[in-house]
């Protein structure tokens, strides 16, 4: 059964149990992940949020690369929550992880540097992509930044063809903005700044965008 609330990560619970094996083996994780960690130069002190952190890949990413930063996992999936928990646990690394829908994120305004997303905004309707863009600018410090990495524009012809699959398993309605190309307008139309794209990944099932932005 689907989730009324969100979209599970490989879109149904059963499959939660293979999300680490099937992003591992099909999407350029490790790249597009360490690139992503790179770009949000995050410092010493800093306090980043994973947005949607699922089985917290990236989490334990950002905090091995600054473990003087507090790192906090946000995801609205509690099953998976226990997977990031084990794996923030065998690494070795303190990590918070918080249940919590990113369209209403449970933290005080502008308590946060850096929030980072991956492989996310493609599960959220427009409208809560749009609730949830402007949560993150809430939580957000002035200047403080926001990485997301997502399912973007497809750079050709067999990119495009390779991700009906990803539209046929998460739903064309929510991720259409993302294949369309749509994120950095929808940043931008939820008042960041410098909203630029830095980098992309061509993988098994299409093109990955980075992006960066800035709340002002
Ligand atoms: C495809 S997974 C990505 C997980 C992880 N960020 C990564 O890069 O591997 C998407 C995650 O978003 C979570 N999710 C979906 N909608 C959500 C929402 N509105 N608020 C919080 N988490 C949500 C799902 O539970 C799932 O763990």
Redesign the pocket.
Known sequence: MKNE??????SYDLLTPF?DTA?RLTTR?KIF?KALVEQAKIKAGHRVL??????G??TVLIKNAQPQAEVIG????AK?LEIAKTKAKESGVEIGFDE????DLPYENESFDRVV????FH??TRG?KLK?LREVKRILKPNGEFHV?DWGLPTNLLMKGSSYLIQLLDGSETTADSFNGLLPKLMTDAGFEAVEETNLFNSLFGTIRLHQSRKP
């Open positions: 609330k969100y979209i599970p990560a490989l999300y992003v994780e992940k994973d947005l949607a952190c699922g089985t890949t990236l946000i995801d609205g999936d998976i919590g829908m990113s369209f997303s991956s492989l996310f599960h959220l809560n949830t990495a």
